[in-house]
C-alpha cells in the first residue's frame, strides 16, 4: 500500500505541484487548505507524514505542529514556508519537526527530504 | 389642471424647465449606472470563472511540463500556445503563474520555467509592453523581468531609471539589480533622486536573494543623495560588514543629521563601544532626536559611567531628555539609585540636584 | 400680496438653483477625480509583494493605540486579534480611560499583566496615568495596557502618545476589527514619499451581519436593517468617492478616528488632540495641515482605499441621530476653529476648496435643506404651490440623491466589490431608492439638531451602546 501524505498548504499552486509531484513519487496525497480541515483529516485517518505551511487561515502552522507533535507524536513533520528568519526556524525545530524546507524549494529536493525522512520512521 | 400648469410652466423663466431637463438627465445617468454595474458584474464574474478555469489548466500544464520526464516538451510548447494562449489577458494569466512557480520553486525547476516563458511567447508579449507609452504596461513588464531574472535590451530599460514616474523608477532599480552578474548596485552612482523607504526595503531584500557577492557599501557613503548614504549605513548591518565598522565611526561627523542618526543606530546594533567616546562628544551638538539615540546606544553597548558623563550636558529645560535618561539610568539599576532622587511628575525641578548627585558620583567613581 | 410671494418663490427657485449647481459641481468633482484614483491605486499595486515587506528588519515600527472604556464584553477578543496582525515590529497600546466596569482586571488576568515603573514623557498635558502594564507572558509582549483617569478619547489618546515607544501611531477604536494586513497596507504612504508624510487614512466598512470568527471577517454580508444598509450606501459616498477624490487634490481634511496612522513628532508639535472638541480626529488633521502649511513643511497625507477596517454602525434610530448630531458639532467646532483657512489662498487647496467644501456640504447643506422643506410646507399651506411645480422641485432632488447613491455602487463594483452576492447588489441599489425618503430625513434632522445644540452650549458625546461584534458564527 502506498505511504499517505497529508499536504497542508493554502496556495493553489504548491498544493497542485506538490500534489502531482509526491503522486509521481508513489505516494497518496490529501491535501487541506487550512488547519481546521487539517485536523479534521488527521482525526479521521491515518497518515505517514505531514507536509505543512506555516502561515495559513485559521490557525498558524506552529499551533498545528504543536497539535500534531501532541497528539500524534509518531507523523513526523515537515515544514514547507518562505520565513527564512532564524528564530521561526529556531522555534519549528523546537517545537519538534522533522525538516524545514525554504520556498523557493527544488522539488527534486524536497522528494528526496520527503523519502529519507519517512525512511527514518 | 394639467394643461393650466404646464401653461404655466411656460411662463416661469427658465427655472422649473432646467429642473426638468437636470431630473431626466439625472434619471437617464441612474439607468446608465445601473447598467454599467450589471455589465461590470457579469464581465467581472466571467472573467473569474474563465481565470479559475485557466488556471487549473495552465498548472496542470506545467507540472508536466517541470516533472513529467515522458512529457514531449517542444510539441506540447507549440500546442498549448496554439490552442489557448489567444487573448491578452490568456497571456497576463500565464505571465502570473509563471511568477508564482518562479517564486516557489528552484533548482533544476527554474531553468523549465524559463524555457516555458520563452516557449509560450510570454517573452515577446512582455518586450511590447515594455516598448509601449502607458507607465503601467511598462512596470509591469519590468516586474516580470525581473523576477525572472530574464535581460532585455540595455537601451530599453535604462532611460527608465531616470523616469518621473516613481514606480517606473522603482522597477527599473530593481530589473538591474535582479538581473547584474556583477556590481548589482551599480545603478546607484547614476541616481539623482533621493531612495524612498519602500524602494529601500526592496532593494535589500532583493540583494537578499542576490547569489553573487554583495557589494561594499562603503562606496556610497559619499553619495550626494543623503537617503542612499542612509541606506548604505542601515546596509552594513544587514550584511555583517565589519570592515567599514571605522567609516561607519566617521560618519557620525556627517553634516545630515539623518545620516547621523543611523551612523549611531548600526554602531548600537553592531555593538561596537568604540564608537561612544565620539558619540559623546558630538551630544551637546546633537539634534534632540541623536541625542535621545546616542543615550539608548549606551543602553545597549556603554556602562552607567558612560551614561553619569551626559548628565552635565542634558539641560533643565530638556524633559524628554531626562526621561530617557532616567529609563536608561534604572536599566543598570544597580549602579545608579534613582528612584529616591527623582519625583516623575516634576522631573524638570528635581533635575539640577540630580545632576549634581550625578557628577559627585562621577568624580568619586 | 400674492405678487409678494411669486417673488418670493422665484427668489428661492434661483437661490435653489445656483446651490444645485454647486451640489452637481462637488458631485462632478469627486466622481471625476476618484476614478483616477482609484484606477492609478489600482495599477500601482498590481503586484504586491507583502513577503519582502514582512521580512524586512528596516521597516518604522508601529504604536497602535486604543482607548477603551467600558468596554468589558469583548475588550480581551479584541486585543487577541490586534495581536494577531501582520506586521514585522508593532506594539499594542491599550488605554483604558478611567472604566466603570471590570475591563481593566479583566485584562489583567487574562494577558498576566504586571505593573511596570510609571515612566513616560509629558509630550501633552494630560489627565493623571495611574498604572503602566505589560505581560509577563512572552507572547504578549508587544502588549501594554495603560490605566489613567478618565478624561475621554481625546485625552486618552494623548496618554498613549505620551506612553507608546514608536514614531508612528495608529489610532484606533478597540472594538473595530482590522485585516491582518492593515498595518501594512496604511503604513505604504509613509514608505512611498521623500516628503514628510503626516498621515495616512483609510476606508471604514460596514460590519454589521458580516460573519466574524476570531476577530476576522470570513463573509462579507449585507445588513438586515435598512438603517445600516443605508450607512452602507453613506460610506461609499464618503470614502469611495468624496475621501478618494480629496485625496488626489491633496486636500483631505478628515481621517477616521476609528483607523488612522499618523507622524508623532508632527502630533506632538501640533499639539496633539484637542479634547474640547467632539470632532477630535477631523481637528486633529486640519491642525497639522495648518502648522504644516504655515511653516512651509513639503508635507503630503496618505489615503489607502482597501478594505482593512470593518466597524459596527448603529442599527437604533436614536443612536444613530446621536452619532451625526455629534459630527455635526464636531465639524462646526473644527471649522470655526480653524475660520482663519476658509477661503484664503494662503493655504492652497485647503482655504479655497477643502475648508469650502465642508462648511457649504457637510454643515449648511443640511440648514439649507432644512429651511427649504419649512418654505415648501409654509407655501403648501397657503396654497400657493401647485402640484407640478412641487413633483418637479422633489424630482430633481431625488433623482439626483438616487443618481449620487448608484454612481457609489459602481465605484464599489469597479474597485473592491466586497458585497459579491449578485441578492446583495440589488437590494443595495433598493436602498439607493429609498434612501432619500426614508434615511436621509433622519440624518439631516440629527445634523440640524446639533446644529441647535451646540447654540445651545452642548458639549457632551452621547451614549453609543454597541450590539458587540461577537462571533457570529456561534450565533448562526
Known amino acids: ?121 | ?365 | 400680496m400674492s405678487i409678494g410671494i411669486q417673488e418670493i418663490i422665484q427668489l428661492f427657485s434661483i437661490l435653489f438653483l445656483v446651490y444645485g449647481l454647486i451640489i452637481i459641481s462637488g458631485y462632478i468633482f469627486s466622481a471625476f477625480f476618484s476614478i483616477i484614483e482609484i484606477r492609478d491605486y489600482k495599477r500601482k499595486n498590481n503586484f504586491q509583494d507583502e513577503v519582502a515587506l514582512l521580512q524586512s528588519a528596516n521597516l518604522p515600527s508601529i504604536s497602535v493605540l486604543a482607548p477603551a472604556y467600558n468596554e468589558e464584553a469583548n475588550v480581551v477578543e479584541n486585543i487577541r486579534s490586534l495581536l494577531t496582525l501582520n506586521y514585522p515590529s508593532f506594539e499594542i497600546v491599550i488605554i483604558n480611560d478611567g472604566s466603570k466596569d471590570g475591563s481593566l482586571q479583566k485584562m489583567i488576568d487574562t494577558f498576566q499583566l504586571e505593573p511596570e515603573e510609571l515612566v513616560h514623557y509629558h509630550h501633552i498635558p494630560t489627565k493623571k496615568v495611574r498604572g503602566i502594564y505589560k505581560s509577563k507572558i512572552k507572547a504578549y509582549r508587544n502588549l501594554r495596557v495603560i490605566d489613567k483617569e478618565n478624561g475621554g478619547k481625546a485625552d486618552a489618546l494623548n496618554t498613549g502618545i505620551n506612553c507608546c515607544n514608536h514614531d508612528l501611531i495608529c489610532c484606533i477604536d478597540v472594538d473595530c476589527i482590522l485585516e491582518r494586513n492593515a498595518l501594512l497596507k496604511l503604513i505604504r504612504p509613509f514608505l512611498n514619499d521623500t516628503r514628510r508624510v503626516i498621515a495616512s487614512g483609510g476606508i471604514i466598512r460596514v460590519a454589521n451581519n458580516c460573519v466574524i470568527e476570531d476577530g476576522r471577517i470570513l463573509e462579507v454580508r449585507l445588513p438586515g436593517t435598512f438603517i445600516a444598509r443605508a450607512q452602507i450606501l453613506e460610506y461609499f459616498r464618503a470614502f469611495l468617492m468624496g475621501r478618494m477624490a480629496w485625496s488626489r487634490v491633496d486636500g483631505l481634511l478628515l481621517i477616521s478616528g476609528a483607523f488612522g496612522m499618523f507622524d508623532k513628532k508632527t502630533v506632538i508639535e501640533a499639539g496633539g488632540y484637542d479634547h474640547t472638541t467632539v470632532g477630535e480626529d477631523m481637528e486633529l488633521l486640519v491642525r497639522m495641515r495648518r502648522i504644516m502649511r504655515e511653516q512651509n513643511i513639503p508635507y503630503t497625507v496618505g489615503f489607502v482605499p482597501d478594505p482593512l477596517c470593518w466597524t459596527e454602525v448603529p442599527e437604533n434610530k436614536q443612536i444613530l441621530m446621536r452619532q451625526r448630531n455629534r459630527w455635526a458639532r464636531g465639524t462646526i467646532e473644527t471649522l470655526m476653529k480653524h475660520k482663519k483657512m476658509l477661503f484664503n489662498p494662503k493655504y492652497g487647496v485647503l482655504g479655497l476648496l477643502s475648508t469650502p467644501y465642508w462648511m457649504f456640504f457637510e454643515w449648511l447643506a443640511p440648514i439649507f435643506e432644512f429651511i427649504g422643506i419649512l418654505f415648501f410646507i409654509i407655501l403648501i399651506l397657503f396654497g400657493k404651490v401647485n402640484l407640478t411645480v412641487f413633483s418637479i422641485f422633489f424630482l430633481v432632488i431625488y433623482s439626483f440623491s438616487v443618481l449620487f447613491s448608484i454612481t457609489a455602487i459602481y465605484f464599489e463594483e469597479y474597485s473592491f466589490q466586497q458585497y459579491k452576492k449578485p441578492k446583495y447588489m440589488f437590494q443595495l441599489m433598493r436602498t439607493a431608492l429609498l434612501e432619500p425618503l426614508l434615511y436621509h430625513p433622519i440624518v439631516m434632522w440629527a445634523a440640524v439638531k446639533g446644529n441647535i445644540d451646540l447654540l445651545r452650549g452642548k458639549k457632551s458625546w452621547g451614549q453609543m451602546t454597541r450590539t458587540g461584534l461577537g462571533n457570529s458564527a456561534t450565533k448562526k
Not at chain 1, 505517514?48 to 487561515?57: A, E, F, Q, R, V
Open chain 1, 1 to 121: 500500500m502506498n505511504r499517505k501524505i497529508l499536504v497542508i498548504e493554502d496556495n493553489p499552486m504548491v498544493v497542485k505541484s506538490l500534489e502531482f509531484k509526491l503522486k509521481k513519487d508513489g505516494y497518496d496525497v490529501v491535501v487541506a487548505e487550512d488547519g481546521r480541515t487539517a485536523m479534521k483529516l488527521l482525526s479521521e485517518g491515518h497518515f505517514d507524514l505531514i507536509l505543512t505551511d506555516l502561515m495559513l487561515p485559521f490557525i498558524s502552522g506552529n499551533e498545528i505542529i504543536e497539535f500534531i507533535k501532541t497528539e500524534y507524536p509518531n507523523i513526523p513533520v515537515i515544514v514547507l514556508s518562505t520565513s527564512t528568519q532564524e528564530d521561526i526556524i529556531t522555534e519549528a525545530f523546537t517545537l519538534g519537526v522533522d525538516d524545514f524546507i525554504t520556498k523557493p524549494f527544488s522539488p527534486n529536493e524536497l522528494s528526496l527530504r520527503v523519502k529519507r525522512t519517512l525512511a527514518k520512521v
Open chain 2, 1 to 365: 389642471m394639467q394643461l393650466n400648469s404646464l401653461k404655466e410652466l411656460e411662463n416661469w423663466p427658465y427655472i422649473l424647465k432646467v429642473n426638468l431637463t437636470l431630473s431626466i438627465s439625472f434619471l437617464i445617468l441612474t439607468l446608465l449606472f445601473i447598467a454599467l454595474v450589471l455589465v461590470l458584474r457579469i464581465v467581472k464574474n466571467r472573467r473569474e470563472a474563465y481565470r479559475i478555469k485557466f488556471d487549473v489548466k495552465l498548472i496542470d500544464f506545467y507540472n508536466h511540463f517541470l516533472f513529467d520526464e515522458d512529457f514531449e516538451k517542444a510539441s506540447q510548447l507549440g500546442d498549448f500556445k496554439f490552442r489557448h494562449l489567444k487573448t491578452s489577458f490568456d497571456h497576463k494569466l500565464a505571465i502570473k503563474q509563471t511568477l508564482i512557480f518562479d517564486e516557489n520553486l528552484k533548482g533544476e525547476s527554474s531553468e523549465a520555467i524559463k524555457e516555458l516563458f520563452y516557449g509560450l511567447g510570454l517573452y515577446a508579449f512582455l518586450l511590447k509592453d515594455l516598448k509601449k507609452k502607458a507607465w503601467f504596461k511598462q512596470v509591469r513588464a519590468l516586474y516580470a523581468f525581473s523576477k525572472l531574472g530574464i535581460s532585455v535590451p540595455q537601451e530599453l530599460v535604462a532611460p527608465l531609471i531616470k523616469s518621473k514616474k516613481v514606480e517606473l523608477r522603482q522597477q527599473a532599480m530593481l530589473y538591474f539589480l535582479n538581473t547584474s552578474k556583477e556590481n548589482p548596485l551599480g545603478f546607484l552612482d547614476d541616481l539623482d533622486q533621493e531612495l524612498t523607504l519602500w524602494q529601500q526595503v526592496f532593494i535589500e531584500n532583493s540583494l537578499k536573494n542576490f547569489d553573487l557577492e554583495v557589494p561594499d557599501f562603503a562606496r556610497w557613503f559619499n553619495h550626494e543623495k543623503s537617503s542612499v548614504v542612509v541606506f548604505c549605513i542601515k546596509m552594513v548591518v544587514s550584511f555583517n560588514q565589519f570592515q567599514n565598522i571605522p567609516l561607519l565611526i566617521e560618519a557620525l561627523d556627517h553634516t545630515e543629521a539623518a545620516v547621523r542618526a543611523q551612523a549611531i543606530n548600526s554602531l548600537k546594533i553592531m555593538e561596537v563601544p568604540d564608537a561612544l567616546q565620539l558619540m559623546s562628544a558630538n551630544f551637546p551638538f546633537e539634534t534632540p532626536a541623536n541625542k535621545r539615540a546616542i543615550l539608548y546606544a549606551i543602553e545597549r553597548i556603554g556602562t552607567a559611567k558612560d551614561l553619569r558623563t551626559l548628565v552635565g550636558c542634558i539641560s533643565k529645560e530638556e524633559e524628554n531628555l531626562q526621561i530617557d535618561y532616567y529609563k536608561i539610568a534604572s536599566s543598570f539599576e544597580d549602579e545608579i539609585p534613582v528612584q529616591k532622587l527623582i519625583d516623575l511628575d516634576t522631573i524638570t525641578e528635581d533635575w539640577e540636584e540630580y545632576k549634581d548627585y550625578s557628577l559627585r558620583l562621577l568624580q568619586g567613581a
